[in-house]
């Protein structure tokens, strides 16, 4: 069990995380976390609703839902409540629930470097 118990502390380029291995991947196997990681990456500083506004167009690309309000509200829901509560928490970003505000805090490069093949080129996790 021993080389598989490390934290993510032990990982190159995830110093500055406290979050366990566990915790990581628990996070990243997320669709919604990676794809608004991603695109926080671009824009550190976003809305809530400018953010379900894109994983909505982006599932619906993937013909995982219509882009429907229904979708939209649901996904937006689920960011308010969870995801991005969850990512707060992780001291990856700081979201601030009474502005909706979502400021990217500290994400390492090496948490983008394991999923950058998702960006818009058609592949998948």
């Not at 500055?16 to 996070?27: A, G, K, N």
């Not at 400018?50 to 909505?56: G, K, M, R, V």
């Amino acid at each position: 069990m021993g080389e598989w118990s490390r934290d993510a502390t032990e990982l190159e380029g995830i110093e500055e995380t406290d979050l366990s291995t566990d915790d990581l991947f628990r996070l990243l196997a997320d669709r919604r976390v990676r794809t608004a990681l991603l695109f926080l990456r671009d824009r550190p500083d976003t809305t809530l609703e400018q953010l379900a506004s894109i994983i909505a167009a982006a599932e619906a690309d993937e013909g995982e839902t219509n882009e429907t309000g229904d979708s939209y509200d649901r996904i937006r829901h689920e960011l308010y409540h969870s995801t991005l509560p969850a990512l707060d928490e992780a001291g990856l970003i700081a979201f601030d629930p009474q502005s909706k505000r979502i400021r990217v805090v500290d994400v390492p490069s090496t948490i983008y470097s394991l999923f950058d093949g998702e960006a818009g080129d058609g592949s998948s996790s």
